[in-house]
């Protein structure tokens, strides 16, 4: 089956520093991937949608100018928090569109700690 | 507005007995997913659902899409404590640009 990968899986940072997180996928190509928020025992959130060559488009509330979207490639996505926060703290998780099947499949997370 | 309503939000049941999760919606959906997630760990992927009416079977779960591809179903028979998770549908609504929207999710709890 498909697989999307995500790296780091866990990350520890200070307050102020930039973290990014890489997603891709590894057997199909994804011109579409999003970015989801995750907190304890809560659904998905949906932060933005990341296309393959373009601006990726933000959801509501969810600020651009600190979370950072590049989709260079129609394999790779990353997402940046910039200045992040302790608030900025949670579970990060990309998913990857295969448009033939019309199906999403999920990274398996970033846990990110902002001390 | 919550664009996909699912229910119930918990629930925590014994081995051996069934259980039904429901996701309902006002909308139409091109197509409907199931996912199951586990503490720490991304959405695994199910099942699909893309016709109205149809039924998909996975060893113990079964699946249902509405007639009208408004609502779906997940039914569990002789619940395993293996099957303990969130479980989450998600569907691509027709007019929503092609996104996914994710119901509030089903923490499931089977005790031994």
């Known amino acids: 089956g498909a697989v999307v990968s995500q790296h780091p899986s866990r990350v520890i940072c200070k307050s102020g520093t930039s973290v990014k997180i890489e997603c891709r996928s590894l057997?199909?190509?994804?011109?579409?991937m999003f970015w989801y928020r995750q907190f304890p025992k809560q659904s998905l959130m949906l932060m933005a949608t990341?296309?393959?060559?373009?601006?990726?488009?933000?959801e509501q509330g969810v600020e651009k100018d600190k979370f950072l979207i590049n989709h260079a490639s129609l394999t790779l996505s990353t997402l940046t928090v910039t200045s992040a926060h302790p608030e900025d703290s949670s579970f990060y998780i990309c998913?990857?569109?295969?448009?033939?099947?019309?199906?999403?499949?999920f990274g398996p997370g970033t846990r990110l700690t902002v001390t | 507005t919550q664009l996909l309503e699912q229910s119930p939000q918990f629930l925590s049941i014994q081995e051996g007995e069934n259980l039904t999760v429901y996701c309902n919606s006002s909308?139409?959906?091109?197509?409907l997913q199931w996912y199951r997630q586990e503490p720490g760990e991304g959405p695994v992927l199910l099942v699909t659902?893309?016709?109205?009416?149809e039924v998909k079977k996975l060893k113990r779960l079964t699946f249902q899409f509405g007639d009208a591809r408004k609502d779906s179903s997940l039914h569990i028979t002789a619940a395993q404590p293996g099957d303990t998770g969130l479980y989450l549908c998600?569907?691509?609504?027709?007019?929503?640009?092609?996104?996914?929207?994710f119901g509030d999710g089903t923490t499931l709890t089977v005790k031994p």
């Open positions: 998600a569907g691509v609504i027709i007019t929503n640009a092609g996104k996914s929207t």
């Open positions: 990341s296309n393959e060559g373009s601006k990726a488009t933000y």
């Open positions: 057997d199909f190509q994804a011109t579409t």
């Open positions: 659902v893309v016709t109205g009416g």
């Open positions: 998913s990857a569109r295969n448009a033939v099947l019309n199906e999403q499949y």
């Open positions: 909308s139409v959906f091109s197509s």
